[in-house]
Nanobody, 126 residues
Framework: QVQLVESGGGLVQAGGSLRLSCAAS????????MGWFRQGPGKEREFVAI????????DYADSVKGRFTISRDNAKNTVYLQMTSLKPEDTAVYYC???????????????????WGKGTLVTVSS
């Protein structure tokens, strides 16, 4: 089993920044691609960013590319999402997710993720 705990959400004005953290624990919590997804009010959950466990290669949704940066500290089993130039449309609950153990590839599909955190709310005011 893998446990994921997100933190760092809050209220920020448009144009501001926030950094989300996701602490992973469990015997197989490392060596997994780690991603961030979000679900805004009245919207379906959508892909935000994902990073693999070895090379640090990452993929981003077009809506956040150039504004958000995903990174990981494997020694701490923690993944981060640095969010800058935030917009009101970024308001959502942000979920951390872990992909398949030892997988060298990653996917934008939420059904390819094995474990999920409970989410942290990000609210961007205009």
């Amino acid at each position: 089993q893998v446990q994921l705990v997100e933190s760092g959400g809050g209220l920020v004005q448009a144009g501001g920044s926030l950094r989300l953290s996701c602490a992973a624990s469990g015997r197989t919590s490392s060596r997994r691609p780690m991603g961030w997804f979000r679900q805004g009010p009245g919207k379906e959950r959508e892909f935000v960013a994902i990073i693999n466990w070895s090379s640090g290669s990452a993929d981003y949704a077009d809506s956040v590319k150039g504004r958000f940066t995903i990174s990981r500290d494997n020694a701490k089993n923690t993944v981060y999402l640095q969010m800058t130039s935030l917009k009101p449309e970024d308001t959502a609950v942000y979920y951390c997710a872990a992909g398949t153990y030892n997988s060298g590839s990653f996917s934008r599909n939420d059904y390819d993720m094995d474990y999920w955190g409970k989410g942290t709310l990000v609210t961007v005011s205009s």
